[in-house]
């Protein structure tokens, strides 16, 4: 009997044979160092000054004490938690009901209202509080439906954010819909159960991971944003405006360090919840759905498209009012068209911060691009340590739990040092493209890797025996196979730097102004006419962009994406 051969004991190798720094462990290690110096080390310095005073001076726990003993600061926990509860309530209501009639309804125009409902996020927040401040406000042109009531405040603020918010909730309920098998409603309908408990027992268990989704996405979106509050809130204090003050109107940068580390809480609380539940996910996922539409009821089909007529109607007009206030002369006494706000002559950055703002935002959409998915393809194919692998993973998932906010602060401490080798890139735009990259980070990332995770790993086997190098692979096989995800990557970080505020407002300089800071600080100025102007072409920009994309790539698509559709 022939006997087995003795694998060797590698616990037995010495240090230095089992630990080899190969190239792929060094791609590996590499991509974990600039994940760990541009998210992990700004995070742990913030967390370091906030048991510093405002003159370098450790006072310990001193700061979080006289926060909490401040009833100004300690106030605006309970209106963030107030105004959170209420917006992500209405947003989950009308983002459901909405998801639902472009999916399972027979409502007719769903195109139509899929791309209106889409239009917020292509503009900055602060554009739907300006146009409600012209809507609303003193001298807005429907003042009067709200009688007694004051746009400034908690009102203007839930309106604010409703508006912002639905197209994230849209897209999560569209997909939770979309899960819906019809083959459940029609057993439960054999069965004889009522419409109620279908709806109890059979729709809402499948909708469960997408409910609380939108609940922990708009929860955190509401605490963690500042601008629309800064723009319509009044007198009305929230956590995430206490650290802009305490950072740009009292340069209190240690209480602002505590601020900040209050905001990650809901938002690490948000982020932990959301992933343990999606670890769920596959067990309720069918490989043959069937897509689930509802009967033909004439009065169902007529309530749903009015209600989304409402819908759409809120937003053109919302969206239309910053736009053609931006051409109004003088809101609401002159009524007369013109170019004049578009000048940008005396305000602060004018057409330099649009042109930043471009600048940043194809820096960001090409570098970020090409950063986020090797990292994604070399944390899921490359053949290395899986403890680097696993390390990667979690460093990219950790920005999602960052509030932008907590970022900008944290990289002002970490860049601004002279003890820092990059203290050189403070005050320069690479600084902006960095944050917001970083800032964005998670969710490419997660595209990215879904996208990869379509093709099996024994095409990598099968590409290493044909003595075909992995660069030469990803080349010929990945990048084709993932451009649709690569170019949905490419304009969701144009849009989003073209609309991000929160963690570049601790960053730019007077040269790297950009065009969302230039909005609020022209709306601080009271010019709030060049305000909207501003976001207008924010907007435009942003539109015209994913336009040419969609034009661009549509026949590139059709070329290399072929296969999907014979394999149907």
């Given at each position: ?267 690490v609380i948000s982020f932990t919840i959301d992933r343990l539940q999606k670890k769920s996910q596959s067990r309720m996922q069918h490989q043959d759905i069937r897509p689930y539409l509802s009967g033909k ?272």
């Amino acid at each position: 009997m022939l006997k087995q051969p003795v694998l060797p004991d590698e616990s037995s190798h010495p240090f230095w044979e089992r630990y080899q720094l190969t190239p792929n462990n060094a791609v590996l290690l590499l991509q974990c160092a600039i994940l760990f110096i541009l998210v992990v080390m700004p995070l742990g310095v913030i967390i370091y000054k906030s048991f510093f005073d405002r003159d370098g001076l450790y006072v310990g726990l001193a700061n979080y004490v006289a926060y909490f003993s401040d009833s100004t600061l300690t106030s605006s926990i309970f209106n963030s938690l107030f105004i959170a509860v209420i917006a992500t309530s209405i947003t989950l209501v009308t983002a459901s009901l909405y998801a639902f009639a472009l999916t399972s309804s027979r409502i007719p125009l769903k195109g139509f209202f899929k791309v209106v409902a889409l239009l917020p996020i292509l503009a900055p927040s602060l554009l739907p509080a300006i146009s409600l401040v012209y809507l609303f406000g003193n001298q807005g042109i429907l003042k009067a439906l709200l009688g007694d009531l004051e746009i400034y405040g908690p009102l203007g603020i839930v309106m604010g954010y409703c508006f912002w918010l639905f197209p994230a909730a849209l897209m999560i309920m569209i997909s939770a819909f979309r899960g819906l098998d019809a083959r459940l409603f029609e057993a439960s309908r054999s069965l004889g159960a009522s419409p109620l408990k279908t709806f109890y027992f059979v729709m809402l268990p499948s909708l469960r991971i997408g409910l609380v989704s939108t609940v922990l996405i708009a929860f955190t979106n509401v605490m963690t944003d500042f601008g629309i509050p800064k723009v319509i809130g009044g007198s009305y204090n929230m956590m995430a405006l206490d650290v802009y003050k305490q950072i740009i109107g009292q340069q209190n940068f240690s209480m602002g360090a505590v601020v900040s580390l209050l905001l990650v809480i809901p938002a690490v609380i948000s982020f932990t919840i959301d992933r343990l539940q999606k670890k769920s996910q596959s067990r309720m996922q069918h490989q043959d759905i069937r897509p689930y539409l509802s009967g033909k009821n004439k009065g169902l089909t007529i309530a749903l498209f009015v209600f989304c007529a409402l819908i759409a109607g809120f937003m053109l007009l919302v969206t239309g009012t910053a736009i053609f206030a931006s051409f109004v002369q003088y809101w609401p006494y002159d009524m007369t068209l013109g170019l004049s706000h578009y000048n940008f002559e005396y305000v602060d950055g004018g057409w330099n911060s649009y042109f930043n703002s471009l600048k940043l935002a194809f820096a960001v959409s090409i570098f970020g691009t090409l950063f986020i998915f090797l990292a994604a393809f070399t944390s899921q194919r490359l053949r290395g340590y899986e403890f680097l692998k696993n390390t990667i993973q979690g460093f990219a998932l950790l920005p999602m739990a960052i509030p932008g906010l907590v970022l900008g602060l944290a990289y002002i401490f970490f860049f601004n040092d002279r003890a820092n080798p990059l203290s050189f890139l403070y005050g320069t735009m690479y600084i902006l493209i960095l944050s917001t990259i970083i800032h964005y980070y998670t969710v490419p990332h997660l595209t990215a890797v879904a996208a990869i995770k379509q093709l099996p790993i024994q095409l990598d086997n099968a590409a290493r025996s044909l003595g075909v190098s992995l660069p030469k692979t990803l080349w010929k096989v990945y990048i084709p196979v993932c451009l649709p995800a690569i170019f949905d990557i490419s304009v969701y970080l144009f849009v989003t730097a073209m609309t991000t505020v929160s963690a570049a407002i601790f960053l730019y300089t007077p040269d790297t102004i950009l065009a969302s800071v230039s909005i609020l600080n022209m709306d601080d100025a009271g010019d709030t006419a060049a305000a909207a102007a501003m976001g207008s072409l924010v907007l435009i920009s942003s539109m015209i962009i994913k336009l040419v994309h969609w034009l661009c790539t549509r026949a590139l698509l059709q070329r290399t994406q072929a296969w999907r559709q014979f394999n149907q």
